[in-house]
């Protein structure tokens, strides 16, 4: 009887350790997604890592004669990344900035209060994330050609060619998509926390500021990380409504690596990668926070 009894429990351990045909479908599945989407990243390092001379001789799918970082050097002072860098952070930090800040009272007012036109409000903050931005780039173009702005945030009096016009657009349609991430959450905070503070005497702004926000962390902390990585990757808005060439964001400084008749890829790879870097530095920063914004839905409701 003992030694039935010591060999039924080693052998139901054993059916528990053994790996389900289903299980290893899964794993080979994710092993290959992971593949696939890391390829284009090591393909880029391999390629800034080669001199276009050896490429141009063996080919892009071959091993190389030499690996230098050259490549990154020279990415680096022709296109005048430390400038370019700066004017992404100019447009992009206060962008994500006034788009969560902006978000986040939309938000609060229709998932956190019953009024009439709450639902209608949410449904066209999320309607905006259907419109193209080329179907309204004439007419956006002309009216930056005629708003006007004080000599003390503009050095034309204009909003073209102003810092201040990309971070707006960049709010204006970024908005929507945070106000309804940030909505479906805050549905699940308890609404009797807004209650309390209410019969407490605390003003709206007072629990929005000092009661909501604090609870929305993990959700703001990844949307800040996803709304940096938008913005800061933006090239369309940089290049349409930006004439200066020395106030353009990062990924025209990749536009200017590209010649007129000929572009070195491998100098262009160098760039792309030197690009990435804040926003990767971002996610480092904001990882714990970004993967428990993105768990919330298995965690609330």
């Known amino acids: 009887m003992t030694v039935a009894a010591t060999v039924r429990p080693a052998e139901s351990a ?132 005629l708003l006007p702005l004080p000599r003390l945030l503009s050095d034309n009096g204009l909003v073209y060619d102003q810092y201040l016009g990309i971070i707006l657009i960049n709010v204006v349609f970024q908005t929507g998509f945070c106000v309804f991430v940030l909505s479906n959450y805050m549905k699940t905070l308890s609404k009797e926390l807004t209650e309390a503070a209410l019969v407490d005497g605390a003003s709206v702004f007072r629990i929005w500021g000092a009661v909501i926000m604090p609870l929305c962390r993990p959700a703001l902390a990844a949307l800040a990380t996803l709304e940096f990585t938008f913005i800061y990757n933006d090239f369309f808005w940089g290049l349409i409504l930006m004439k200066s060439g020395d106030k353009r964001p990062i990924t025209s400084a990749l536009n200017n690596l590209q010649g007129q008749f000929f572009t070195n890829t491998n100098l262009l790879a160098a760039g792309a990668l030197l690009a990435a870097v804040p926003t990767i530095l971002v996610f480092l920063a904001l990882q714990r926070h970004f993967i428990s914004g993105l768990s919330l839905g298995a965690s609330k409701g």
């Open 14 to 145: 054993h059916r528990r350790r053994r790996i389900r045909p289903r299980r290893l479908v899964l794993y080979g599945f994710l092993s290959a997604m992971a593949l696939v989407w890391l390829f284009p990243l090591v393909w880029a390092i391999y390629t800034a890592l080669r001199p276009y001379s050896d490429t141009q001789a063996h080919g892009y799918i071959s091993t190389p004669s030499v690996l230098s970082i050259e490549n990154f050097t020279n990415a680096w002072n022709q296109a005048d990344f430390p400038r370019h860098y700066l004017n992404s952070l100019l447009v992009a930090v206060p962008a994500v900035i006034v788009t969560l800040i902006v978000a986040s009272m939309v938000a609060f007012a229709v998932s956190r209060f019953s009024w009439r036109f709450n639902l209608l409000v949410l449904m066209l903050f999320t309607a905006g994330n259907l419109l193209p931005p080329q179907v309204i780039i004439v007419p956006l173009f002309r009216l930056y050609l």
